[in-house]
């Protein structure tokens, strides 16, 4: 195990230094940052590293492991108000608790105070959907239905509920559905997929393992715009509060003694249910021996502690630090600096998020290794370096968000025509993993940060200038990797014709002879 943990934080060492080197440049050169800022941003990334090699370690110990068994016990009992259940109350326990979802959540604070629910509003509303969205895409398994037909469905009916919706809550509504999806939910819902479609014995279950995440993260874009008609929301504003800052030793170890104490509560709070749903399982079914529960419960705990370190790391070592580069690249060269170092940040940034290496690892084991981890980081990468490169533009621009989510989910869902099924599922689930936490406490800092400076201290234009990046990092790698899937479809076909026009020579040289 100590072997394996190694192997982790080297993997995870790799997949932050670029973006800590990147941040580390631009405050010596273009953002200058205080040497209070720059210490507390040294630490988390150390905790980044230390935690995202715990919490992956963790999850193939538990969380993936739990997840398969569930799908495969509940879809062999062929009831599918049984499987149905499941997936419901599964969806919403694991959404409640995305740490992604507490973030944006919190960021959100003028939707919250409207209600008694408070933050808790809009957390309940989108796990709801969640739940809703993860039973259609499990019974969408059982039954064999198409997953691009589902998703055409509700990305329309998604758009045509925007109409009813203030244009500043259009934002916030497609944030919500890439931030779900995050490192607590990936594990859980992607390993589900696989042990559903793991019983299959039609030859498609390959393709439909994957999907679960990419229905899961349109189910809260409804939801969030149906919460917006029916409380007919508008208006929103962001609290631009100040953030802490260490002045010396003391308050770097303040700052994260306290940032410890918060996240680990929450958690707790997140693993817990799962924690619970898992033992209820067990006392019912028996499914695991003494040695195989020991080893989950030893994953529980790596992944209680990767959360931590990784959550603790990004959100206060990393958040100050996104917003203090924002505002400084805005006010250099008016601004047009913050495209091409967003698509630097964006090209590097997807690597250092915890469910990526989740979904990549899930995509090189379902295929036997025909679709590689390292083609879908790379064609991860790309799509969230344009996806921040659009996030940059419009926030110097001011474009409407729907200018550039209408086509680009349009282009995706015409692409679903074109490339090979289980890279629809890889494409779909792929665009709400790359929105996880690192894009919710640094790349959303850092465009709240730009547009707070470029509109002269006015928080006014944040809801619908900043707000959206999120949504952006969802929308992009569904093109992505989709045209790697028809890449892939036609260096597969022609590798099969060479192979057969040379089987074709060798039968004639044996007639012949």
């Known amino acids: 195990m100590t072997v394996a943990l190694k192997e982790k934080i080297v993997e995870s060492l790799t997949s932050v230094l670029p973006i800590a080197l990147i941040i580390a440049a631009l405050s010596l050169t273009f953002a ?14 150390v905790l980044l590293i230390f935690g995202m090699g ?22 062999k009992s062929r009831k599918i108000w049984l499987i149905a259940l499941v997936s419901l109350v599964i969806g919403i326990i694991v959404t409640i608790a995305e ?11 003028s939707l919250s105070d409207r209600t008694f629910l408070g933050n808790y509003l809009l957390i309940i509303t989108v796990a709801v959907g969640v739940g809703i969205f993860l039973m259609i895409a499990m019974l969408r398994i059982v039954f064999h239905i198409r997953l691009s037909i589902l998703l055409i469905l509700f990305y329309v009916t998604a758009f045509i509920l925007s109409i009813f919706v203030s244009p500043d809550f259009w934002a916030v509504s497609f944030d919500s559905g890439g931030v779900t999806t995050g490192p607590m939910t990936v594990p859980f819902i992607m390993s589900l997929g696989v042990g559903v479609a793991s019983i299959r014995s039609d030859g498609k279950g390959q393709a439909d393992s994957f999907g679960l995440v990419a229905l899961s993260s349109v189910g809260p874009i409804i939801a969030v715009l149906i919460l917006g008609i029916a409380f007919k929301i508008g208006g929103l504003s962001y609290p631009y509060e100040a953030i802490d800052s260490a002045q010396n030793t003391y308050g770097v170890l303040f700052l994260y003694l306290h940032g410890f104490a918060d996240y680990a509560l929450e958690v707790i709070i997140a693993i817990t249910p799962i924690l619970v749903f898992f033992l209820c399982f067990q006392l019912i079914t028996r499914s695991f021996r003494k040695r195989q529960l020991v080893r989950i419960f030893v994953g529980f705990a790596y992944t209680f502690v990767g959360l931590v370190l990784f959550l603790t790391g990004a959100n206060v070592g990393f958040m100050p630090v996104g917003r203090a ?9 008016g601004g047009w600096l913050l495209i091409p170092v967003g698509m630097l ?32 980081k790379r064609g991860l990468c790309a799509g969230v370096c344009i996806s921040l490169g659009l996030a940059m533009l419009r926030i110097l621009t001011g474009i409407n968000i729907m200018w550039i989510l209408a086509p680009g989910y349009a282009l995706a869902l015409v692409l679903t025509f074109f490339t090979p099924p289980i890279f629809t599922g890889i494409a779909f689930d792929s665009g709400g993993v790359a929105s996880g936490a690192m894009v919710s406490s640094f790349v959303l800092p850092l465009a709240v940060g730009a547009c707070y400076a470029l509109n002269g201290g006015s928080t006014a234009a944040i809801m619908t200038q900043a707000f959206g990046c999120v949504a952006f990092v969802a929308l992009t790698p569904l093109i992505s990797i989709q045209i790697l899937g028809i890449v892939y479809k036609h260096k597969t076909r022609r590798i099969k014709r060479n192979f057969l026009s040379v089987g074709d020579r060798i039968l004639e040289y044996e007639v012949d002879a």
Request: charged share 15%; hydrophobic share 50%.
């Open 54 to 75: 715990c919490f992956t370690l963790g999850a193939d110990m538990s969380m993936l492991v739990i997840g398969e068994k569930i799908g495969v016990t509940v879809t």
């Open 325 to 333: 580069i924002g505002e400084e690249l805005a006010n250099l060269w």
């Open 32 to 45: 200058p940052l205080d040497a209070g800022t720059f210490v507390v941003f040294t630490v988390g990334v």
């Open 99 to 109: 740490p992604d979802l507490q973030i944006l959540a919190g960021q959100v604070k």
């Open 345 to 376: 940040i964006g090209y590097f940034v997807v690597a250092a998020e915890p469910a990526v290496h989740v979904l990549n690892k899930q995509v090189e084991r379902t295929s036997a290794g025909a679709i590689s981890a390292r083609s879908m």
